[in-house]
């Protein structure tokens, strides 16, 4: 059994996310926590290798990875992810704050391209050993908006378009209103106080559990 708190951030690509995690961190440690902050893909030495596959592609080849082939590696390097950080952190009394989790595998591999979203969560669900965050804040803004935030220059994901950008948001949009009880859907278009007003109204309800 776990003891610790387990968190995730999801939107699409630029919306602050990494921003938002180290506040959190920051919180937390204020407050006595060990807190964890990790990311997918490439949270684990194997999850570097891999996370250099799918964001840049196998070098010398600029073919396609097939649908199927990206979300095994997206489920591959999670699988490793829970199995080499977040478990033994949970396990230990951690706050794990995850930059992206399980379900940016359902809104970008099933809610863009041709894998449903049940495949794609049983493949999840059985790299993980069923592990769901208790929290998932998800930060929401336009994608056409938070694209120009962006400070490095895209990656194989970030260039895949506006249309597929757009489903991607809905997609999270979805996911969350499936699950009202572990989401909370944050504005993300505000200042970056505005957006951790946010979070952290919510925050310490589940710190105090
Ligand atoms: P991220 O680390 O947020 O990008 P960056 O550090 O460049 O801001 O995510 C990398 C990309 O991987 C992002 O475009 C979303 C994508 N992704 C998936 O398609 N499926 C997944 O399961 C995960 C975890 C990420």
Redesign the pocket.
């Given at each position: 059994m776990t003891s610790g708190v387990f968190v995730s951030f999801e939107g699409v690509?630029?919306v602050g996310?990494?921003t938002q995690v180290g506040r959190l961190k920051d919180y937390a440690e204020g407050l006595g926590y060990e807190v964890v902050v990790t990311?997918?893909?490439?949270g684990t030495p194997l999850g570097a290798a891999l996370?250099q596959l799918?964001?840049h592609g196998v070098s010398g080849d600029d073919a396609d990875i097939a649908p199927r082939a990206?979300a095994l590696l997206?489920a591959a390097?999670?699988a490793q992810h829970v199995a080499e950080v977040v478990r033994p952190a949970l396990e230990r009394g951690a706050l794990v704050i995850s930059?992206?989790?399980?379900d940016?595998?359902l809104a970008?591999?099933a809610g863009g391209r041709e894998l449903t979203q049940d495949q794609v969560r049983e493949l999840s669900m059985w790299a993980t050993n069923d592990l769901l965050p208790a929290r998932t804040y998800l930060l929401d803004m336009d994608p056409r908006a938070s694209h120009t935030r962006?400070e490095?220059s895209e990656?194989r994901?970030?260039s895949a378009g506006d249309g597929f950008q757009q489903r991607t948001r809905q997609a999270f949009l979805d996911l969350a209103a499936q699950e009202p009880a572990r989401f909370r859907v944050i504005e993300a278009a505000g200042s970056v106080d505005e957006v951790w007003r946010g979070i952290r109204s919510d925050i310490d309800g589940l710190l105090a559990r």
């Open positions: 690509d630029g996310k990494t990311r997918e893909p490439g996370r799918l964001l990206e997206f390097d999670r930059d992206r989790y399980l940016s595998s970008y591999q962006l490095h990656d994901m970030e």
